[in-house]
């Protein structure tokens, strides 16, 4: 019995020093840094507290107007006035979309023309944000509009219109989460490339070139630091976690296609006390997010890099993480992810935005001298430019890069790879993005729109030939 007693007692002691030495050798939680800056800017707003005075009151209020006719409703139209631009063919359809509008786009202009706005802090995990989609479609049908009444020679709608779609793209970086950020970038992108369609396009007046120029410079500047919608996102996460704590998670498993069953768990766990460190653990992480997202952009430097890991292929070490805030772990897991694509799309419009500045400034200048070229993006200061925007990709705060050959010119960013890959392919374009992810800048030439003519075109005549045969084969 004694020896019995003994082995039972060297297992007992063998399995506490094996749960000490995996809960020491799990993959730790980082330290908090302590001079990073965890609460947003901004006060917090809650719903209630929105007012006239503030341009989100009217952003908001555009999610009245859901139910009208879409850009999508005409896509045929829309895709063929994206590749040849406003002077080819007629858009009946997207014109009668357009006028359907005209109670929407005064809304959406008054919010653009207020300088104040702040929108709802997003401070909990079952935030709702019906306005994105109705803000990101008024942005698409107004920049048809804007195109629209360029083709007609109203150049002064036309600049009302891009000033308005790339003002609420700033405004929505304005004590929004990632979700409002990321919507204010779509809109001033197609800005962007709509401008550069009626510059490549048409003969815009001077003062055109100069004043979106300016604006689109403006923009650039009055758009928010990313690590300040962390700082948003941080506090919905926090929420989740009260959530978790208190038992209360039946509402947000249920956001997620959760059932009761692990409603229950959840509490189980909570009551057990397995959440007590996780706002601290939480923290932590999130101090060095900010901090990650306030440093220069690294090709190389993933926010996944300080996030504590879930999986680990030794079974001992696998253990431990489970004892060590499994939940904390799992939650950082299922937030963190997607925050470098995020700020991919972030810094890529920032590209975006300058990259425009600088083309537009290059069509001023061939505008001023005959259609001559200047030799190099310099030439552009001062007459058209204070100075040349750094590339927000490029390291050691490179300009952006020029190469001209005859007379095809492009304008190009090193994009998200950092690398020179001599503007060949376009971050900006969905099928070159997909097919040479690797060999990626931002690039601006006339050649680009032309290319999106040619590619619309071919894709025309090869869908009419199928058409063809099959009729043929009947």
């Known amino acids: 019995m004694r020896r019995a007693g003994k082995i039972i007692l060297c297992v007992i002691v063998l399995l506490i020093a094996a749960v000490l030495w995996a809960r020491w050798s799990a993959p730790p939680w980082p330290e908090r840094l302590p001079h990073v800056q965890l609460e947003p800017t901004r006060p917090i707003l809650r719903p209630d507290q929105v007012s006239p005075d503030n341009a989100f009151y009217y952003i908001r209020e555009m999610t009245n107007f859901a139910g009208l006719p879409r850009m999508g409703d005409a896509t045929n139209e829309y895709e063929r006035f994206k590749a040849l631009g406003w002077s080819k063919g007629s858009y009946t359809q997207l014109e009668a979309i357009v006028a359907a509008d005209t109670e929407a786009f005064a809304m959406y202009r008054k919010a653009a023309d207020m300088e104040r706005c702040q929108l709802v802090t997003m401070n909990s995990f079952t935030c709702l944000v019906p306005y994105v989609s109705v803000v990101l479609e008024k942005s698409r049908a107004l920049c048809f509009e804007a195109e ?208 425009m500045a600088l083309f537009l400034a290059v069509r001023a200048y061939q505008a001023d001298h005959r259609g001559t070229l200047p030799d190099k993006l310099a030439a552009l200061v001062p007459d058209y430019l204070d100075a040349l925007p750094e590339d927000p990709f490029a390291k050691n705060q490179a300009p952006f890069l020029y190469a001209v050959s005859g007379e095809a010119w492009t304008i190009y960013s090193v994009g998200p790879n950092q690398q020179d890959d001599q503007g060949q392919y376009d971050w900006g374009n969905k099928e070159e993005k997909s097919r040479y992810r690797d060999r990626l800048d931002i690039c601006f030439s006339p050649e680009r729109f032309e290319r999106d003519r040619d590619a619309f075109l071919e894709g025309k005549a090869a869908a009419h030939a199928d058409t063809h045969q099959s009729s043929d084969s009947h």
């Open 148 to 355: 629209w009444a360029a083709g007609r020679g109203d150049w002064r709608t036309a600049a009302r219109d891009f000033r308005a779609v790339l003002r609420i793209g700033d405004h929505l970086t304005r004590g929004g989460a990632v979700i409002d950020c990321l919507v204010g970038c779509a809109g001033k992108a197609m800005a962007c490339y709509s401008l550069g369609r009626v510059a490549a396009q048409g003969n815009p007046p001077k003062r055109f070139f100069r004043d979106r120029i300016q604006e689109l410079l403006e923009s650039d500047q009055n758009t928010e630091p990313f690590a300040e919608m962390i700082r948003y996102e941080r506090l919905a996460g926090q929420d989740a976690i009260r959530m978790f704590s208190e038992g209360d998670v039946w509402e947000l498993l249920s956001l997620s296609g959760g059932s009761q069953e692990k409603a229950r768990l959840m509490k189980r766990l909570a009551r057990a006390g397995l959440l007590k460190n996780t706002p601290a653990h939480f923290d932590a992480v999130y101090s060095h997010i900010i901090a990650h997202a306030s440093a220069p952009y690294a090709a190389d430097d993933s926010f996944m890099r300080v996030v504590p890991p879930i999986q680990v292929r030794n079974p001992v070490k696998q253990f431990g993480v489970l004892m060590d805030d499994p939940i904390g772990r799992i939650l950082i897991n299922l937030i963190i992810p997607a925050l470098d694509q995020c700020r991919e799309r972030y810094v890529g419009t920032q590209a975006i935005v300058r990259g």
